[in-house]
């Protein structure tokens, strides 16, 4: 009974850690159906708009039945906050991602992305959303970590290294999608989208604390950022016989990019940066590249570097250090807790006499 009470303790204490390192194997799934679905002529920005209307026909009915008692009303303003937070991480940012992939390559695409914890930190720090303290080593640990999961996507990028031997007979084969270099037009489409990325989460810190309600959020960023999308399609891409998808595989890909991307990955997130605050969510981004990198090698073939290997190994070290860093912000928000109940335990004798006094009186 005490080995499970402690086990309970243990996986309540990670749950966050958890259901990140399991979302971002979901999100590396999504990535070569994804792939598969563009090379067979898939429209990106049609893409986009198609996972997030599903997104939001999957999520509403949950949000309406589950939140009904505790969602609380939905002002004017809190709504634009929720239009604007799905223009920066729902529209506007995943269009400008997919419109860079034509210009530049994937390596540098996944070098610039993987700065979106690097972003977001420095904003947090600015925000106060995230304490760093120089002269503690859990603040020092903080700096260092982010600093080595950068380093690790740049060598991962622009490191190759020799290579591993490919396997033999790979039960998946993806076909090859041509980039048209522009190297100028593409890095501005990709660090836009990525400093986009990382105002949406620490945007999203903001609005919870006026809207604590994540499935409602979720569903209607869904729903807000499928229009904002059509229309941003629309005008880049005006032929309608664009938008019909004949292929399974494109309607799979939708079906369960809008279940994983934008439902799950939405409320996950949502409920995480709750917990632990946006820049606990973007540290495991890095991890997506180190999956996608060791699942491409097993799956579908393709050479596996040794520049890959030794910046996967850096990116979980700065994880693990960044994470041991933050447990620090943990230990000092429940010391603050604690101290509140304390206070209020004070104040009730006090309180408890006056009424006394005052029912005595005839």
Request: hydrophobic share 50%.
């Amino acid at each position: 009974m005490a080995f499970e009470l402690s086990a309970f303790k243990v996986i309540n204490r990670f749950k966050p850690h958890i259901l990140m390192i399991l979302l971002q194997i979901c999100v590396a799934s999504v990535y070569f159906l994804t792939e598969d679905s563009f090379n067979q002529g898939l429209n990106p920005h049609i893409y986009v708009t198609y996972r997030h209307a599903a997104g939001s026909l999957m999520m509403f009915p949950f949000a309406y039945f589950l939140e009904r008692k505790i969602r609380p009303k939905l002002t004017l303003a809190v709504f634009l906050e929720i239009f604007l937070l799905s223009l920066l991480g729902v529209s506007l940012a995943l269009n400008l991602y997919f419109a860079s992939m034509k210009y530049v390559h994937p390596t540098f695409m996944t070098a610039v992305v993987n700065t979106i914890p690097c972003m977001t930190f420095i904003i947090a720090v600015v925000f106060r959303l995230e304490i760093v303290d120089v002269r503690s080593p859990r603040g020092i640990a903080k700096i260092l970590g982010t600093l080595a999961s950068l380093v690790g996507v740049m060598v991962i990028a622009f490191y190759k290294g020799p290579a591993v031997p490919s396997l033999k007979g790979a039960p998946i084969h993806l076909g090859t999608n041509s980039v048209h270099e522009n190297w100028l037009k593409g890095s501005i489409l990709t660090v836009a989208s990525c400093i986009l990325w990382s105002s949406f989460y620490i945007m999203q810190a903001f609005t919870l604390k006026k809207y604590p309600a994540k499935l409602s959020i979720s569903a209607w960023m869904n729903c807000i950022g499928a229009a904002q999308s059509a229309v941003y399609t629309i005008i880049v891409q005006p032929k309608a016989a664009a938008w019909s998808t004949t292929s399974g595989i494109d309607l799979w890909c939708i079906i369960y990019s809008g279940a994983v991307s934008s439902c799950l990955n939405l409320f996950i997130q949502l409920w995480c940066i709750e917990q632990r605050g946006p820049v606990f969510v973007t540290i495991f981004n890095p991890l997506t590249t180190v999956i996608v990198a060791v699942a491409a090698y097993f799956l579908v073939g393709e050479k596996l570097h040794t520049g890959c290997i030794l910046g996967g190994l850096i990116v979980i070290i700065g994880l693990y250090s960044l994470l041991w860093g933050k447990e620090g912000d943990q230990h000092c928000i429940k010391n603050q807790k604690q101290s509140f109940p304390a206070c209020d335990e004070q104040k009730k004798p006090d309180d408890h006499a006056l009424t006394l006094s005052e029912t005595d009186i005839p």
